[in-house]
């Protein structure tokens, strides 16, 4: 069990637990009357174990000032969740906090998403995507992605590239925010987090929280020291933050932002007739497209598809060409069915025996969600590599990097291990946790 002390909380007690799922309070308020604000209960925490706590503001500060305006007006807490122009996993991250708002505080809390790098528009920062992308398709461009990003991680490079971000994007992100005019800014991505970090040093007023989404490899951009509250995902992460001089009283450890809506899921046997698929006597493969090409996930395929005992439900994602190119090679085979994008991948997580995708945070922790066997495919960027150690640590997983000739293998390994240890570390409602002590922090 771990406890954590929120600023502005009087003397406080606290223990980093490494699996603990919760960031639980235990903390004395020992502050005369008359000399803080204290904010409005937090009535809607009712786990058992866990105190309802106050945030108390010191009179006549800004804070002071600003949190008292608010209450007197009956305002709504206004929450603004940054991300930076990246990948999907970010902006899904941002969609779960969305969700999970407004299903615990549809009449107190107001929710924006915005993309400070595309909003500003100004480069180098507003082609994040597009690199990306680069980085998934040429292999040059990947040893240059990989090469620049460790460099601007190490001590000796990382103030220059901080200074210049700065320079750059401070003033554009100050005119963003103030437009808004939040309570509560979230930057879920590490190369918006200094930025905001920045902000809150030269005086900024609303709070700050940190929603780390890389589970392994943690850039130094995530080292917020000036932020309220850092929501730190794994023991690695919250090693790597330690590392980086945060202050260990505001992580909150072991949540990540999981979309609720994986928890709705439907029956496999459903599933499978949906898509035509055998209820029983085949084992079915779920395979994603990222960190496969074209040719080389249709060479998989025909592998895949060969065998008698299998069955395939591939996700093509949103690329059209590439579904329909796939349907025509395999649209004829009853034990392969070709999906394009879905927003309901939990359906197939719990249809699947074994699952074939990326290596990127969500899908990890998803398959663990759903507590899966799976085979790890090509990662993407440097950041990604750390992923695969950390999945490989679950008996459950394999990785085959981009050799697509070992696929067949694996799956026949994981097949055989019927009784492998279930790794038990994730849990559904995580995002309903790191929405709660967000609440918690402006005195919800």
Known sequence: MSTNALPFTGTAKRTIGNLSNNCKLQETNNFQDGKRLVLPRFHNYDEPGIRQNSHAFIAGSREYKYMKKRIDQKLKTKVLICIGDAAGGHISAANALQKTFAALYPETVEVKVVDVYAEANIPPFNNSADVYMMVNKSRIGEIFYNTVLWLFNTPVIYPMYRWYLIKKMKEPTRKIVDAFGPDIVVSNNSVVTPIFEQLKKEGAVWKSVVLVTDIAFIFRGWGDRHADMVISPTEESTAA???YRVDPLRICSHL???????AD??????????LGLSVEGKKTVLVTSGGFGVLALGKVLEKLAERPDLQVIVLAGRVEEFRKEL?????????????????????????????????????????????KKAVLTKSIGFQEKGNVDFALKNPNFRSIGGKWQLLPRYIDELLSQDAAAIFDRRRFDESEDIVRHIANLAGL
């Not at 699952?355 to 922790?365: L, Q, W, Y």
Request: hydrophobic share 45%; proline share 9%; aromatic share 10%.
């Open 241 to 243: 933050l330690l590392q």
């Open 256 to 262: 990540f932002p999981i979309n609720p809506a994986l």
């Open 265 to 274: 899921y439907l029956p496999r046997d459903k599933v499978l007739k949906k």
């Open 327 to 371: 349907d025509q090679r395999f649209g004829d085979n009853p034990r392969v069915a070709v999906l394009g994008f879905v927003d309901n991948i939990q359906d197939y997580y719990n249809a699947a025996d074994i699952i074939v995708g990326k290596p990127g945070p969500a899908t990890i922790i998803e398959i663990e969600l759903f507590r």
